[in-house]
């Protein structure tokens, strides 16, 4: 493995804590790369998507950028919207990954946010996978406590998303977010197992 980052991603459904994770592993000196944070990179003024979204859709692209609301209300009237955004957007998403491991070929270890990850196949070019989870109380008490955030629409969020049970299924570790405490020690235990092995 020497001379080549040990790449985990990190994934898990809405409210289980996967921002706060991937925060602990940046403490820890782990350099992490933040699929949404591309996104919004790509869809800011200047940004790389700018041309791709315009030819699709020139009504969401001004001089603040990608009109995210534009993009939704397009998505709602034409079926095909989406797949051809995301045809046009996940190159350029891909192309930002490939950049960011390239600039850290001396890490042993790089986490990857990635909240779609089972749903857009990235594990089979990563490692492993981390799924952060907890308690179903505990995931909607957290995302109802977002403003503007509304039963349907939480429902509506977790339809979307591969249930729990099968990310955790499916991954090479699994983090319980149920304190803070709890978290950091078990991303401490993981980070020290996944360094000490890939050094």
Same mark, same amino acid.
């Given at each position: 493995?020497?001379? @080549?980052?040990?790449? #985990?991603?990190?994934?898990?459904?809405?409210?289980?804590?996967?921002?706060?994770?991937?925060?602990?592993?940046?403490?820890?000196?782990?350099?992490?790369?933040?699929?949404?944070?591309? %996104? +919004?990179?790509?869809?800011?003024?200047?940004?790389?998507?700018?041309?791709?979204?315009?030819?699709?859709?020139?009504?969401?692209?001004?001089?603040?950028?990608?009109?995210?609301?534009?993009?939704?209300?397009?998505?709602?009237?034409?079926?095909?919207?989406?797949?051809?955004?995301?045809?046009?957007?996940? *190159?350029?998403?891909?192309?930002?990954?490939?950049?960011?491991?390239?600039?850290?070929?001396?890490? *042993?270890?790089?986490?990857?946010?990635?909240?779609?990850?089972?749903?857009? &196949?990235?594990?089979?070019?990563?490692?492993?996978?981390?799924? %952060?989870?907890? *308690? *179903?109380?505990?995931?909607?008490?957290?995302?109802?406590?977002?403003? &503007?955030?509304?039963?349907? @629409?939480?429902?509506?969020?977790?339809?979307? @998303?591969?249930?729990?049970?099968?990310?955790?299924?499916?991954?090479? +570790?699994?983090?319980?977010?149920?304190?803070?405490?709890?978290?950091?020690?078990?991303?401490?235990? #993981?980070?020290?197992?996944?360094?000490?092995? +890939?050094?």
């Amino acid at each position: 493995m020497t001379g @080549q980052p040990f790449l #985990l991603g990190l994934t898990g459904s809405i409210g289980m804590g996967k921002s706060t994770t991937a925060e602990m592993f940046r403490a820890l000196g782990v350099p992490v790369w933040d699929a949404d944070a591309a %996104v +919004h990179r790509l869809y800011a003024p200047g940004g790389a998507a700018m041309p791709a979204i315009a030819a699709l859709c020139p009504e969401a692209v001004g001089v603040d950028g990608v009109d995210r609301a534009a993009l939704k209300a397009w998505i709602a009237r034409d079926p095909t919207a989406l797949a051809r955004i995301e045809a046009a957007v996940h *190159p350029l998403v891909a192309a930002d990954r490939a950049e960011f491991i390239a600039a850290q070929p001396d890490a *042993p270890l790089l986490l990857l946010d990635i909240p779609l990850l089972f749903e857009t &196949g990235a594990e089979a070019w990563l490692d492993a996978v981390l799924v %952060v989870t907890a *308690p *179903p109380e505990a995931q909607r008490t957290r995302v109802l406590s977002r403003p &503007g955030m509304t039963e349907a @629409q939480f429902q509506m969020l977790l339809a979307k @998303q591969m249930p729990d049970a099968e990310k955790r299924a499916r991954a090479d +570790h699994v983090i319980e977010t149920c304190s803070l405490e709890q978290t950091r020690a078990a991303v401490q235990a #993981l980070v020290d197992k996944l360094r000490a092995a +890939h050094a």
